[in-house]
């Protein structure tokens, strides 16, 4: 379970390939080849958390940046490409699909300006005319239309393409605070067949012929058919804070505590600000400027140089991440700006996951429904984990020093092993008071159901090389837990000791270890030592410490050579008191057993002893 989750959307970032996309007039549209064909710099946050490694990213331009870029980090987390399921391409109905609403009705448009009906009942309930009535670019209506606003006071009342009554006033002519009001009175109005997604208030300042909007935008928006992911973590007792206009896109419903912005530089220093802070619940940002700022106004360098922006600040964002926390990343639609249009386009959106429960890196593909974003915040936050029960209960073996045998982990890895054999094992293991069976992972099943309580399974896991992958390991580990395991033996990935990847030989152990550790087994790391220097043998001691695993293991028996007493003494020495020993290879006499358990081992593993 995670204890904050960060979602960032940035708002409009599409990447292309909606299936639908000829129905919403947006066949090609794909925002994130417009930002990469003017950028030759590499985004090496975005690339980690897996952007450049999604399903479908086909278009030209994508395809001539990658082979520009040369190799990009590979990815750290989970990632997907994400399809539309609602009614729409608006932030609205993005945002409600995020948050868990699937809308089967568009929200109503005005292609040719509002009816007179809405007009009348506007100047009646505000005392004021209204000028344009069209779609239209913000940032030219107030150049048409400003002059003659400061001459009348008349409001300036436009759409575009998307669901939406702008109203854009002057700061001078019409203060701030009685815009905002005026717009609280067009959200009554616009309800029933007119319950348009928002009504956003757009103040401006300046002259005519150098007009300029305000960073005091409001969003009055529409307020969700049913509860939200928002309303439910509300009601759970979480914190719901909203960094940007998510408190304007979800009514502030669900929201426990608003935080504006002026716009994406705010909104991201805002997000690394909460990161110092002690919540537990979700942290919803929206970076407006991708969608506002460039992806309407057709600005790719502008987009382009706002996304490196981001993906500095994510390198940050990154670092700051607790153990307990999860990290998603996504966009609410498109808005290609290389396209004539200057409206929002249909497209698909990436997921880009990290943290908590998303430490494997994991291509999910394509998903269909942004509400699959709301499924992985709950889940994360109000999920539980559930330990197995496993019998013998987990380390309950308490050796007899008068019994060598109950010191074995009794083993049989052949690659030719029967179920007649492990039957066998299992029996001989049991009449012995072994501390354990060792067997391989397809026979665990088979294994636990034979031994019926009587001794613990223990098995092997990227046996015996060690250099699959860390997703692979910890996949097969928690299957073996769930398949009886209660005893992990996993190999270390040597190629990344002898390439000096410590970083990454320690994140696999700690991976696997909470893993294991959260399923209430135990987990033994074996280093195969007759591959390390002395030197490589005690940093492995670190960092199998470091990780919280149980024990250190000599080696798999399939090495060139096996235990020896002067490595368990090394071990014994540079491991944490709390770190047990095993010792496995080669040993087949009393004698041999007696001198590892002298030098510190207290596990040994055997299959002929």
């Not at 509002?114 to 344009?132: H, N, S, W, Y």
């Not at 609280?184 to 300029?212: L, N, Q, W």
């Not at 510190?600 to 002929?608: D, E, F, T």
Request: include cysteine.
């Amino acid at each position: 379970m995670a204890k904050r989750v960060f979602l960032i959307v940035l708002d409009s970032f599409g990447i292309g390939g909606a299936p639908d996309a000829v129905a919403f007039g947006d066949e090609g549209s794909n925002t994130l080849a417009a930002v990469l064909s003017d950028s030759d710099r590499p985004f090496p946050n975005l690339a980690k958390m897996g952007l450049f490694s999604i399903d479908g990213e086909d278009d030209p331009r994508i395809k001539d940046y990658l082979k520009a870029a040369g190799p990009l980090p590979c990815p750290v987390g989970s990632y997907a490409r994400v399809r539309e399921l609602s009614q729409g391409k608006d932030s609205t109905i993005g945002h409600w699909e995020i948050a868990g609403i699937l809308s089967d009705k568009p929200l109503p448009t005005y292609p040719d300006g509002f009816p007179e009906e809405v007009l009348d009942a506007l100047k009646a309930a505000t005392g004021r005319g209204i000028l344009c009535n069209k779609p239209y670019s913000g940032t030219d209506v107030i150049r048409d239309y400003g002059e003659e606003h400061m001459k009348t006071g008349d409001l300036i009342v436009y759409t575009s393409a998307d669901s939406v009554l702008q109203i854009a006033a002057h700061e001078d002519v019409i203060p701030v605070e009685e815009l905002y009001d005026i717009c609280s009175k067009a959200r009554a109005i616009m309800t029933g067949d007119h319950a348009v997604g928002r009504v956003i208030a757009r103040p401006f300042e300046g002259v005519p012929g150098a007009f300029t909007r305000t960073p005091r935008r409001h969003d009055y928006s529409l307020s969700a058919p049913s509860s939200t992911m928002l309303d439910i973590l509300k009601e759970q007792g979480f914190d719901v804070i909203s960094i940007g206009k998510i408190f304007d896109l979800f009514a502030g419903r669900g929201i426990t505590e608003s935080n504006p912005t002026s716009g994406n530089t705010e909104g991201i220093a805002k997000t690394i600000e909460m990161m110092d802070r002690d919540f537990t619940g979700l942290c919803f940002t929206n970076l407006v400027d991708f969608d506002m700022k460039y992806g309407h106004r057709n600005n790719i360098p502008g987009y382009a140089a706002a996304m490196h922006e981001f993906d500095d600040a994510l390198g940050t964002i990154l670092n700051k991440l607790k153990s307990d926390d999860l990290l998603i990343i996504t966009a609410d639609h498109g808005c290609d700006p290389s396209t004539e249009s200057t409206d929002h386009s249909r497209e698909c959106i990436p997921l880009l996951i990290y943290g908590e429960g998303h430490m494997v890196p994991h291509n999910m593909g394509e998903l269909a429904g942004f509400n699959n974003i709301a499924g992985l915040v709950t889940s994360a936050l109000i999920g539980r984990s559930y330990k197995r029960s496993f019998e013998p209960e987990t380390d309950s073996n308490k050796p007899d020093p008068d019994n060598m045998m109950s010191f074995v982990d009794l083993t049989n890895l052949k690659v030719i092993a029967t179920e007649d054999d492990i039957s066998s094992l299992i029996e001989r293991a049991v009449s012995q008071g072994c501390a354990s069976v060792c067997i391989p992972p397809c026979y665990v099943s088979y294994g636990s159901m034979v031994s019926a309580g009587r001794i613990p399974v223990c098995t092997v896991i990227g046996f015996p090389n060690g250099y699959q992958t860390a997703g692979s390991k910890l996949y097969e580990a928690l299957e073996a837990c769930d398949n009886g395991a209660s005893e992990i033996d996993m190999v270390i990935n040597r190629c990344f000791v002898k390439t000096g990847r410590w970083d990454d030989v320690a994140s696999e152990i700690k991976l696997i270890s909470d893993g294991v550790h959260a399923k209430g087994a135990l987990l033994k790391v074996i280093i195969e030592t007759c591959d390390l220097t002395e030197d490589e043998k005690k940093r492995m001691c670190r960092i199998v410490s470091e990780a919280g695993a149980d024990f250190i293991k000599t080696s798999t028996g399939f090495g060139t050579a096996g235990a020896t007493a002067e490595d368990i003494a090394l071990m014994r020495r540079e491991c944490d008191a709390d770190v047990r020993i095993k010792a496995a290879g080669g040993i087949r006499s009393q004698e041999a057993a007696h001198q590892m358990l002298d030098n510190g081992a207290v596990r040994i593993g055997a299959s002929k002893l």
